[in-house]
């Protein structure tokens, strides 16, 4: 039985599918030929070129050298010129040596996708606005969403591509389909991946809670690999091409009308015929929609997620507020996820340790007394012992407002003032004499408060102490007093 010719282009891509580690069995199953086939032409180990006949001059010319430095960039005129010499034309260089390294197709396989498995979203470029009060020219964005097995297709356009941005236009979209799939692939935008990487990218946290909530896996696309996405990018190349060029003509004035009009385009988009399948979009996805999982009752509340550090007295500083956590983490860094109702508080592996209503108003401080430890565990704690002996040695007075603050049930829980206020003293900015002084009348009066504190302590040591506010009774000699009683005044009256 005569062997079957394989062309040249087809020896070459199986050599080098070889040479990336492809199995005889995988070659044949990619590139639809036989194993017998394949197996000959790895062990001839050449490109064979039945009748080739080669020129003279290009016997001495190294063209493997010759292949690296075009691999380089290096224009193959100048290749020529260095190679060849006046010897030959550049076209008759030129075709000998894509003789010899043909221009080969570049393999792809196709991607097979389970009805309601994984949809794709990516952004484009959008098509401008016109402020009509201004004139100014406002740039959009393109968001689209694109059902990875029928390609039925959702977008809309938006200013920006932030997370808040993002996250809605996601939801937007999983309504319009009626379901959610279990796997969502996003491009590498800092919105939802905070560090891109090939094998192991790092999913943003807010994210991340965005999809527990709809309960999907997030599954980033790998960094300058577009056919991860092939479904979005295509949709995205068909509305470009149709939507795009239809109102390239046409001036919107507000996103709203931009998206209305996009809307009746993306009716006739998913209703209209596919070449490739002999139906629409819409006829494609009636197969799945039953497949997705529901969508969620309550779209996600938008949150924020920062990082912190839980100070001696057991509180964490959020947005200037501060809200208390277990004891045990003092010194740690915690977790913060900020809602417009909620603080919560988590440690590094994002296991709850505490939550408080998000404070509003002029109240800076929410504190739950079972976060402190008992009494005689807070006052062993090094900060409390430290701020003793500071008080110590300014000052009786000094000594004696600290020992009130950290007394109580609740030692650490003016630990905080505390350190403010013996701060001012360690910092230069007010003397002994003035702390002293200004712990005296604060214990005097009850306004232990830093700002009363501080003020009073700054006031001494620029103008001295306050004048009394009481001044004393004047004294009078017991001869200049005069009592009249009460018949002398009665009588007075009957006259």
Not at 58 to 67: G, L, M, P, Q, T
Not at 363 to 374: G, L, W
Not at 384 to 405: C, D, H, M, S
Not at 449 to 469: M, V
Request: a positive charge; one cysteine or more.
């Amino acid at each position: 039985m005569a062997a079957i010719k394989v062309s040249i282009p087809m020896q070459k891509q199986i050599l080098e599918l070889h040479a990336r580690g492809f199995t005889a069995r995988k070659i044949a199953k990619t590139l639809k030929v036989g194993r017998n086939t394949i197996r000959r032409v790895l062990g001839r180990g050449e490109i064979i070129k039945p009748g080739a006949v080669i020129p003279e001059w290009a016997k001495s010319v190294d063209w493997e050298k010759v292949r690296l430095e075009d691999s380089r960039g290096v224009q193959m005129n100048i290749l020529a010129r260095e190679f060849a010499g006046d010897k030959i034309s550049y076209v008759q260089f030129w075709r000998e040596y894509h003789k010899k390294y043909p221009n080969l197709p570049t393999v792809t396989m196709r991607l097979t996708h389970k009805p309601g498995e994984k949809c794709f979203f990516d952004y484009a470029e959008g098509i401008d606005i016109i402020d009509a009060t201004t004139g100014e020219i406002k740039k959009t964005s393109f968001f689209c969403g694109v059902m990875a097995m029928s390609s039925y297709t959702y977008g809309e356009f938006t200013f920006t591509q932030k997370r808040e941005e993002l996250i809605r236009s996601m939801e937007n979209a999983f309504r319009y389909f009626g379901g959610v799939t279990p796997y969502v692939t996003v491009d590498n935008q800092r919105a939802a991946v905070d560090q891109a990487h090939w094998y192991d990218p790092d999913v943003n946290p807010t994210f991340v809670d965005f999809a527990n909530h709809w309960g999907f896996a997030v599954i980033p696309a790998r960094p300058y690999k577009p056919r991860d996405k092939g479904g979005n990018e295509s949709g995205i190349g068909v509305i470009q091409r149709q939507f795009f060029q239809e109102v390239r003509n046409r001036n919107f004035y507000s996103l709203d009308e931009l998206n209305k009009c996009f809307r009746e385009y993306l009716e006739k988009l998913n209703l209209a015929e596919m070449k490739d399948w002999g139906v629409s979009r819409s006829e494609r996805f009636i197969g799945e929609k039953d497949l997705l999982m529901p969508c969620a009752s309550q779209n996600w509340e938008t949150s924020e997620w920062r990082v912190a550090k839980v100070h001696a007295d057991c509180h964490v500083q959020v947005l200037k507020k501060f809200y208390s956590v277990p004891y045990k983490f003092v010194g740690r860094e915690v977790r913060v996820r900020i809602t417009a109702k909620l603080i919560e508080v988590f440690d590094q592996a994002l296991n709850p340790i505490a939550a408080h209503a998000r404070l509003h108003g002029k109240e800076i401080y929410s504190t739950d007394s079972k976060h402190y430890p008992e009494e005689k565990l807070a006052l062993t704690q090094f900060s409390v012992q430290v701020a003793l002996r500071e008080a110590n040695r300014i000052g009786p007075e000094t000594e004696k407002l600290v020992g009130e603050l950290l007394g109580g049930s609740y030692p650490l829980r003016y630990l905080r003032r505390v350190q403010g206020i013996l701060r001012l003293r360690q910092s230069g900015r007010v003397t002994v004499a003035g702390l002293e002084h200004a712990c005296k009348l604060g214990m005097m009066f009850g306004k232990t408060q830093f700002g009363y504190i501080q003020a009073t302590a700054e006031y001494f040591d620029k103008f001295g102490a306050r004048p009394s506010a009481v001044k004393s009774a004047p004294v009078r000699e017991a001869g200049s007093m005069y009592l009249h009683n009460s018949f002398e005044r009665e009588e007075k009256n009957d006259n």
